[in-house]
């Protein structure tokens, strides 16, 4: 079994993508006595946070600050890769965005509703 999530990422001429991924995720004994669970491997982590974006914001090109997962919660934003690629994001996505280089990535809240997510920042 695995679990998919979007990657944006820049390539060695700067411009940025977007590409699917896959997890596996394993019967583990994770919390007994209850029942094994599906899992995947654990990832360091340096910081963990909210971030909530008001419907109508947007975001112009710029790069991600550091390699980050963002898990959505609420709400639907939508990215924008150089390369021409668009992509919307709602409850339940979770993208790793680590075009920490290059000409980035631009970003948009869609309808009227914020967007809540939670961010993961990797080590």
């Excluded at 004994?29 to 419907?55: H, Q």
């Excluded at 980050?68 to 668009?86: F, N």
């Excluded at 996505?93 to 809540?116: A, I, N, P, W």
Aim: hydrophobic residues 35%; glycine residues 10%.
């Amino acid at each position: 079994m695995s679990i998919t999530y979007s990657r944006t990422y820049a390539d060695e001429a700067g411009e940025s993508h977007i590409e699917e991924l896959d997890v596996a995720v394993v019967p583990t004994d994770f919390a007994p006595p209850a029942p094994p669970l599906n899992l995947s491997s654990f990832v360091s982590v340096s910081r963990f946070g909210y971030l909530s974006a008001p419907a109508g914001w947007c975001g112009d090109w710029h790069p991600a600050p550091c390699r980050q997962y963002l898990v959505y919660l609420a709400g639907v934003i939508e990215g924008e890769t150089s390369d021409g690629t668009v992509r919307r994001f709602g409850p339940g996505s979770v993208t790793l965005v680590e075009d920490t280089t290059g000409k980035g990535h631009r970003s948009r809240v869609v309808g009227d509703e914020d967007v809540v997510a939670v961010i993961v920042q990797l080590d």
